[in-house]
């Protein structure tokens, strides 16, 4: 599972705000040019209302846009207006009320457009994930449900309207993993640059290691016959190595190269020393991993990673190895249903009834189900801001309660966590999920463009 298990952000719905952005959030299309102060307000969620605060006077409504056919509201610009203000409270020099105006319209016409497509498109949020991102809006406040709502409800906003506003993030969210972030791809060489980028030119290379070398020559007038022995030759050491063989004594019986003598070792040596053909081979490769035949100018290799020793001068980073069980939402179980019945799984492993891995291996929907839900060890950023918040709030052996995500619902474990010095491999995967992260909101941010160019907008005029 290594995708984002769960896309909509923490931070989004940690506070109290309306379909905004939030760095693991939506990523609104900017629409305008206006400052950088407004952009963040804009996109940032606003905090549940202090104690003590009072209701926004509502004034008499009327229609400010039309979005597809759908109207836009003068109190409902008024009212995310005054939650921008908020943010912008304190900072000098705010930007002109009507500059608040006009970009705060243009986010909600967005908005609009998003959910009508997400509707098209089949899009829909059970009442369960709802009251899930409810209570994670309490918890991430530190207070109760009853509090948060008592808080709410000095603001003007009814549960009601809370929870639909909740629903339209999740539409939202749903709607953008399925149209952008599925579609997001970072290639390695992607990766490495961003890693250099990012560590003043350390790359995923950044390590030594030594590797077992047999070659297998093959002359520059060889026939096409004689090529094709000389590489069954090469798979037959290949495979004597791959089922236990001695890489050593393979060397010295079929290795044509200067390292013979020495059972092929070439040597431990910065991994950008050995040819490229050898590192790009190994560089997935763990130790004790035999790959081959490889074909260059000189002839047919096979190599062996003996050991890798990380050069990273990076500071450790936290592991956990993690298991679940996924039920996926159908027709015969809804979302409320796979809680419900996940809920009774938990309970039963905590009451020493049942074993979680024998029950992920019989019930688990996902292709962890046959280790047992194992999801084996996970780096800073393999899964989604939800999915890591809760593994992270998690003591080893713990078990969570029931987590839904686009892909079902989750119930998590955390097996163990330790400190690490970040492997090449390692690091480039860190990498990858930043620069993930930056290209699903340049592709976001364009997708959004195009879909607002293809909806019906008509403006309307105050009374």
Known sequence: MNHRVFALGLACLATFATSGASAQGLRPAATGSHTPSLSRALSAPVLLPAPGSSPTTRQADYIVAVVNSEPVTHNEVQARVARVAQQLAGQPNPPPLAVVEREVLERLILEKIQLQQAQQNGIRVDDVAVAQAEQMVASQNSVSREEMYRRLAADGVTPERFRQDLRRQLLQQRLREREVDARVRISDLEADAYLREQTGGQSAASSEINLGHVLITVPEDASPEAVAQLQARAQQVVDQARAGGD??????SYSESPERAQGGLMGLRPADRYPELFTTAVQTLPVGGVV???????????????????TSKLPPITQNRARHILLRATPQLSEA??????????????AGQADFADL?????????????GDLGWSTPGRYVPEFESVLEALQPSEISQPLVSRFGVHLIQLMERRQVQPSPREQREMARYALREKKIEEAYNLWAQELRARAYVEYRDAP
């Open 292 to 310: 081959g035949p490889l074909r260059s100018a000189a002839g047919f290799h096979v190599l062996k990673l003996v050991d890798k020793v990380s």
């Open 337 to 350: 249903a796979a809680v419900e019945r996940l809920a009774d799984y938990r309970r039963r492993v905590l």
């Open 360 to 372: 992920a291996r019989e019930h688990s929907q996902d292709g962890s189900a046959k280790q047992g």
């Open 247 to 252: 890489f050593a004594a393979l060397a010295r």
